[in-house]
C-alpha cells in the first residue's frame, strides 16, 4: 500500500486538478474512495495526522462536483455557513435568491440560514465532507443525523481514529467496520521510496545523509507528514553543521513539536499495523 502526500518543494495547488500531479501514490485508495463518494452512503474517513485523508478527498471534488467539502466542523453553524458558501459557488438558486452573496451568508442568523441550508440540500443531491472532526458533541451528532435523515444527504466525516476520543458523538454514525475508510501509514518499502524521493525534489544532501534518513524512518513510523516534517527541518542551519546534519537535537525538537505528540497520542492499536522501519541501505 502507498501513502500520499504533497511533494516538496512545490507549486501553489489552486485545485483539485493541480492536486493530482502531487500526490504519492493511492491509485488504489482514491479509486476505492471515488466508488465509496459515488454510492450516496455516510462513512467516516480516519488515519493519523500526516497520512494525507485531505489531500486525498479533495483531490476527488472535481471529478465529483456534488460533494461539498467543510475544512473547519468545528460547530453546527461553521458547516452551514461553508456549505451555504459552497452551494452559493455552485449557482444554488434558493442560496443565491435568500442570501445573495457571501456576506449576505454571514449577516443571516444560524437559525435562519440552518433551514435554507437544510432545505437547499434536501432539494438537491449532494454530499458533504465535514474534514478535522473533533470530539463533536452531542448536538453537533443531532445536527449531522438531522442532514443524513431529513434532507438525504451523505455525510463524510474525517477524523485521526475511529474511536470516540476523536469521532465523539459521530460515532454510533460510524459504528459498523463497513461505515469507516482508514487509510494507513506507509509500509516500510513505501515509506524508504517517499523518503528518497522527497530528498532528491528538495535536493537535501548532507555527509551523514543515510544515517539521518535511516533515524527519519525508524521515528515517522511511515507516516508521510513526519518523514516531510523532518526533511524541512534538515534544511534548517540550526541543524547543520557544514555538511553534517544534527540528529539528536532536531529529534528533540522533533519531539516536542505539536505534529509530533499528535502521532505518540494515537491509540496503539490504531498504528500496530505499522511495522518498524529498518535503517534504509544506500539509494
Known sequence: MEGTYILQPAPVVDGPTEMLSFIFG?????????????????????????????LLLRSLLEQIPT???????AS????????????????NARIERTCRNRNGIEARSAVSLKGIVMDSLREGSHSIVLD????????????????????????????????????????SLYSDRHDRFE???????????????????????ASNIKEFLGKVLELSQ????????????????????????????????????????????ARPESRAFVPRSKPISSP
Open 26 to 54: 493511492r491509485e488504489q485508495e482514491r479509486h476505492a474512495l471515488n466508488q465509496r463518494v459515488l454510492k450516496k452512503k455516510p462513512f467516516l474517513v480516519h488515519g493519523p495526522t500526516g497520512v494525507g485523508k485531505t
Open 67 to 73: 460533494v461539498l467539502y467543510c475544512e473547519t466542523s
Open 76 to 91: 453546527s453553524q461553521s458547516v452551514f455557513r461553508s456549505v451555504a458558501q459552497s452551494l452559493l459557488e455552485r449557482g
Open 132 to 171: 478535522h472532526v473533533h470530539r463533536p458533541s452531542q448536538s453537533f451528532a443531532a445536527t449531522v443525523r438531522e442532514i443524513i435523515g431529513w434532507c438525504s444527504t451523505p455525510v463524510i466525516a474525517v477524523a485521526q481514529s475511529s474511536h470516540m476520543e476523536d469521532t465523539g458523538f459521530l460515532q
Open 183 to 205: 487509510l494507513r501509514n506507509f509500509e516500510p518499502v513505501t515509506a524508504e521510496r517517499f523518503a528518497h524521493a522527497m530528498v532528491e525534489r528538495a535536493e537535501l544532501s
Open 222 to 265: 511511515g507516516n508521510p507528514g513526519a518523514i516531510l516534517s523532518m526533511l524541512q527541518m534538515a534544511k534548517n542551519p540550526k541543524y547543520r553543521i557544514d555538511e553534517h546534519i544534527k540528529i539528536s537535537p532536531l529529534y528533540i525538537d522533533f519531539r516536542m513539536n505539536g505534529f509530533s505528540r499528535r502521532l505518540r497520542s
